[in-house]
């Protein structure tokens, strides 16, 4: 099931229905559960409570209504559902069918293919950032880089990340750092950040050219647009999306606690390797020492070894002689029982093979005061139908045949 719901989620997502609400309903939890259903069919709905507080109108049964998500797979039923992210009466998604329109058409290039999403670097060495200088997404990204790796340098590429002109300063600000990448190595992993929005607020990063330009990062690049529900066409282009700027900035960058936890780990386990190879070393040397300084013992030991091995080899020949002889005498004894048997299986098959076939004799039955009919051709008669008056007929007795004519039927 997993993997049904991950080649949808790779296929199809996100995805906009259009359809009229059905069984709307909301738990007690505050989640939500429905259907969409139009003159092909329907599909089950949940809207958690997060997207629906979120909610700017009062779903009812029968409304006509637009749903955006993601497609997954209920495991418990294997039932394929929408998870709606956000809904709206119908008529409002002018701007989210673009959104589709421009996502096949870059799907379709090879855009958003698995096969080009390159892995984070364990331990970038340096870290780039595009976005505007004024954005809180910026601020929440030092924050975070600030806190977790003091250590690596942050280099900023501004751009405007809403508005007419955004897409283009992006797509400079990204090529900037591409150039600058390609000369010095800067920037082993790229962050490409703006906070939360409206769909037309975040239309800049759903601009092609800007698309095209991030497939051609030299470097892995982590898309941290908006919030965990936006999605934008750079989330897909991108080799990792983060659900928020500053979830952005922790991917790629372990706290520095952890990293100094795990080399003092890694420092502990080298120096205790090294003193147990010592220890074991010297313990060797003690040994090899104490052979060396008595030769005479080693020699006697020697000699017992190659006494006993004698004594064995000895034993095991004789013991290997007996045990054959052995098993020739039981041999000799079982062959002749052996045949024997089988002979007298054979006559008594025979025996019951020769009454079997005494009890099949015709004979037999004669001899009880049975006849056998025929006609003058010699076939046999078995019923009176097949007898006509006048007709010469042969009965054969147990002890002779005689001649008959048949009188009448």
């Known amino acids: 099931m997993r993997a049904v719901a991950d080649t949808l989620s790779a296929r199809f997502n996100p995805v906009a229905v259009r359809g009229e609400l059905s069984g709307f309903s909301r738990a007690a939890s505050g989640h939500c559960y429905f259907s969409l259903k139009d003159d092909t069919g329907q599909v089950r709905c949940a809207m958690f409570r997060r997207a629906a507080d979120q909610l700017s109108f009062a779903p009812r049964d029968g409304q006509l209504v637009e749903a955006r998500g993601k497609l997954d797979v209920y495991g418990a039923r294997g039932d394929l559902q929408l998870i709606v992210e956000s809904m709206q009466p119908a008529g409002q998604g002018a701007l989210f069918e673009q959104f589709l329109k421009l996502k096949a058409q870059l799907e379709a290039e090879g855009l958003f293919e698995a096969a080009r999403k390159r892995a984070l670097p364990a331990q970038p060495r340096s870290i780039g950032v595009v976005t505007s200088l004024g954005a809180a997404a910026l601020r929440d990204v030092v ?32 090529q900037n750092a591409y150039r600058r990448h390609a000369d010095t190595g800067e920037s082993e992993v790229l962050l490409l950040v703006r906070g939360g929005g409206s769909l037309e607020d975040l239309w800049s990063f759903n601009d092609p050219t800007l698309v095209r330009t991030l497939a051609q990062a030299p ?11 936006d999605f934008t066409l750079a989330d897909f282009v991108a080799d990792l999306r983060a659900p928020t700027p500053t979830a952005a900035a922790e991917l790629c960058a372990p706290a520095r606690e952890q ?34 300084g008595r030769p005479s013992g080693r020699l006697h030991e020697s000699q017992q070894q190659l006494t006993a091995l004698q004594h064995r080899l000895q034993h095991g020949l004789l013991l290997g002689t007996q045990q054959r002889r052995h098993s020739l005498q039981m041999l000799g004894q079982a062959v002749p029982q052996a045949l024997r048997r089988a002979m007298d299986a054979q006559r008594l098959r025979l025996q019951r ?35 006509r008056p006048g007709q010469a007929l042969r009965a054969t007795l147990a002890d002779g045949e005689l001649g008959l004519h048949v009188d009448d039927r």
């Open 143 to 174: 924050t975070a880089l600030r806190r977790r790796v003091p250590h690596i340098p942050v280099t900023i590429y501004p751009a405007a990340v809403q508005g007419a002109q955004a897409p283009a300063e992006l797509c400079t600000a990204l």
């Open 219 to 229: 470097m892995p690049v982590i898309s941290g647009v908006g919030h965990e529900t």
């Open 259 to 292: 990293r100094l936890g795990e080399l003092s780990y890694l420092r502990e386990r080298l120096s205790d390797g090294v003193f147990n190879a010592i220890d074991q070393r010297g313990q060797r040397l003690d040994r090899l020492a104490q052979r060396m």
């Open 353 to 387: 093979g020769q009454t079997a076939l005494s009890l099949l004799d015709p004979q037999l039955v004669l001899q009880r005061g049975y006849a056998f009919l025929t006609d003058e051709h010699g076939t046999a008669i078995t019923l009176a139908a097949q007898a």
